[in-house]
């Protein structure tokens, strides 16, 4: 046979995935605000063992509640093993749609894209390096190939050209932004040793705004008392409008957490956005500390050789970790005297969208929140 | 937290996929002609070796041309398990989608959905069910499970409605039709003790006609000699528009196959379509016969203790195992003296597309040829 004489011209132009090599800053895109209109959301099916206590049963529940909620205003993908395919399935409403996608952990809101648009309404997404929030320095599993490759995976699947940023490590929960030009992170997990060691913070910052489309990144210094992320930002700061953000919050200047939190009010109150804007800081107060019982920590499978949970660990809790879907927030609760206040504040700063309370230890215990199982798909034309 | 009051409408409406419970014909679907405009087309990346030899490493390089040959005029989506996706992606070539979806082996003709498109423009998946061509009675493999699941999957993707024909055993290779009301089949086949022995042959020509939007079924006896699928009927005879088929041919009359040939050629002239037209028959000669080599059987692993061919296996080549896409007729080769021969022949009968030869001996040795490895998905406005 040989070669192939071609005759006919390849009419699919467009309409595939390209790695792209250039920098979205320079190609006009930027990262939208996370209350920007969505396309929809992606969530990845948890399922192992050591993450999610009791072979991930009320994990499961908790994931189906939080992908309900949200997709009662916006298209919701769900991405499982083939293991748990047929699980996934069955326990989802039909109009959530369930794709094969292998993962190590089911945190999308860390390795998969950060989508970034430009004035036409194209969309594009980033694929970051992951390395499970700091690789053989003190990541918290080992391997985390699966997971690296889902940003790219979920691009092609969507026909959605994607950034190669994979020299950067960065987990998409260590971000946020107003979408008008500020990004806000923390020092405590951007200059982790396990991360991008190798760079200087001004080179860690000109990479955020490169890829970010921004003008001027926040740096706080903190996150959450024993966060293991190294202190997403996503934990203790969140933008509800450009100008506002909320910060989680304790009066009682005996827990770790106080300084930490006022260290981040002082920044916050001393700094103006990429717009010159003051920001506005709304104090969301967190739970009563939040500890594993013996039970769940008995629940879970050991990691190389070591339980995944100290005895009596405090866990990470915090309101501020809320998903923000087209027509809601949802937001965690932890069954705590100020689940109620919480709701109340997010309700007053959100008054267009419906505040959706979902209990979420059993998803705390895998050791994150509502924002960080979730990932957003901005509104696009492409 | 209890019950969340819902103030939000669902907004997703029908963008999702919904398991159907009515019939195609009464919904007004029908399956056209594959000669008719495609979205794109469906391919599975070669994997179990004891289908394919030597690791399917030759299968792999022969997937990638006919991947290639028809992503020229529209769009190639290939699944591959999560162990082979890398080297899925790696092989071919950007503008060809990969999307992540295990499998027991790679027949998309025959497991992927059979789409029905009706006057408006809309597209549906019919879901057969499918046992590895015979179950237990005389199937291929066992188990086929995760091929079962694939039309669905692959609908649930792709956000495409289903019609749930699981209680009806049927692979997509067993079928061909004008999309003008008329469909071929073989009788041994369809009316196999492994498929639906419960049901009379008028009960399965009915089922085909209410699903595929169907008048007339047009039953050949036979299919091509030694092929283990019971004989499909994409493996000797093909329509390449309504009223014209194709039909594999040999002069030998030693030859097994002649007599097989010989019958359908017979049931074809003395037959008209559902519209009352004559079928003009033109006969695609045979190559010379092709046996598996010591070589080639050294190359596959065993199944159930047992190699999977015998010696000096004779190979159920067929030039009309071909696959039309919007621009091509990607048809095989055999490095046989025919091969010019049967291309030239389906050059004159498809003078508006580009006929790409492709070697596939690779590809008939796992037990079929390119037009099991794919499946089109017909044009549609959803």
Chains 1, 2 share one sequence.
């Not at 992908?67 to 069955?90: G, L, N």
């Not at 409008?241 to 910060?247: A, S």
């Amino acid at each position: 046979m040989g070669m192939i004489t071609v005759k006919i011209t390849l009419k699919r132009n467009g309409d595939f995935m390209k790695i792209l090599k250039t920098i979205p800053k320079e190609d006009g895109f930027h990262m939208p605000g996370e209350y920007e209109p969505h396309e929809g959301c992606i969530i990845i099916w948890p399922e192992r063992a050591d993450s999610w206590q009791y072979g991930a049963v009320a994990a499961r529940k908790a994931f189906v509640k939080v992908a309900s909620a949200i997709a009662m205003s916006e298209k919701v993908t769900v991405c499982a093993s083939e293991a748990q395919y047929d699980t996934a399935r069955e326990m989802l409403p039909e109009h959530i749609r369930v794709v094969e996608m292998s993962s190590n952990d089911s945190w999308a809101r860390d390795y998969m894209p950060t989508f970034v648009i430009n004035s036409k309404g194209q969309r594009r997404g980033i694929d970051w390096g992951f390395n499970a929030w700091g690789g053989l320095e003190d990541g918290l599993y080992f391997p985390w190939d699966k997971d690296n490759k889902m940003a790219r995976k979920f691009c092609d699947m969507m026909d959605t050209d994607i950034y190669d940023a994979r020299d950067f490590i960065l987990e998409g929960g260590s971000i946020h932004t107003d979408g008008e030009g500020t990004v806000l992170v923390t020092e405590n997990c951007l200059l982790s040793r396990g991360r991008n060691p190798h760079m200087t913070k001004e080179e860690i910052e000109n990479k955020l705004k490169s890829y970010l489309g921004a003008d001027k990144v926040i740096w706080l210094k903190y996150g959450i008392y024993n966060d293991e992320t190294n202190e997403h930002v996503d934990n203790i700061c969140a933008y509800v409008k450009p100008g506002h953000v909320v910060l989680a919050w304790t009066d009682n200047e005996d827990d770790p957490q106080y300084a930490m939190s006022k260290s981040c009010l002082d920044i916050l109150e001393g700094e103006t956005d990429a717009r010159g804007r003051k920001i506005t800081v709304h104090k969301l107060p967190l739970p009563s500390p939040v500890y594993i019982t013996e039970e769940e920590r008995d629940g879970l499978l050991h990691m190389d050789m070591e339980p995944t949970r100290q005895e009596n660990e405090r866990l990470a809790a915090s309101y501020v970790n809320f998903y923000i879907s087209n027509g809601a927030v949802v937001m965690p609760g932890f069954g705590d005297e100020n689940d109620e206040k919480a709701k109340k504040i997010l309700e007053e700063l959100f008054p267009d969208r419906q505040v959706i309370q979902i209990y979420a230890r059993d998803i705390l215990i895998g050791g994150g929140n509502i924002h960080c199982i979730t990932q957003q798909i901005p509104k696009a034309v492409k």
